[in-house]
Nanobody
Framework: QVQVAESGGGLVQPGGSLRLSCAASGIIFSIYHMGWYRQAPGEQRELVAAITTGGNTNYADSVKGRFTISRDNAKNTNYLQMNNLEPEDTAVYYC?????????????WGQGIQVTVSS
């Protein structure tokens, strides 16, 4: 049984930092592409960061230079380091893992974790 679990969310002031973690079990972690999506109230879910099996990364324009995605295959965990957070980053963040593509049928989702940026 595949399990995907996010951790590390919470409340942070503008300009602060958080690191999200996404741990998986029940899959061969190294052969999956990884990504982080977020969904704010009333908005569509959007991809903010992705990392391929080979370590190539891609970011939404809104987070470039502030967020960094990484993976540790030995720990079956990927991370999203979020710096210089803005109120617009407030959302539920979801980890996704896919063999072929992210966000598609057959990929795996975590349950989501709240990130709130507010003073």
């Amino acid at each position: 049984q595949v399990q995907v679990a996010e951790s590390g969310g919470g409340l942070v002031q503008p300009g602060g930092s958080l690191r999200l973690s996404c741990a998986a079990s029940g899959i061969i972690f190294s052969i999956y592409h990884m990504g982080w999506y977020r969904q704010a109230p009333g908005e569509q879910r959007e991809l903010v960061a992705a990392i391929t099996t080979g370590g190539n990364t891609n970011y939404a324009d809104s987070v470039k230079g502030r967020f960094t995605i990484s993976r540790d295959n030995a720990k079956n965990t990927n991370y999203l380091q979020m710096n210089n957070l803005e109120p617009e980053d407030t959302a539920v963040y979801y980890c996704n893992m896919g063999r072929i593509a992210l966000g598609r049928s057959g990929s795996y989702w975590g349950q989501g974790i709240q990130v709130t940026v507010s003073s």
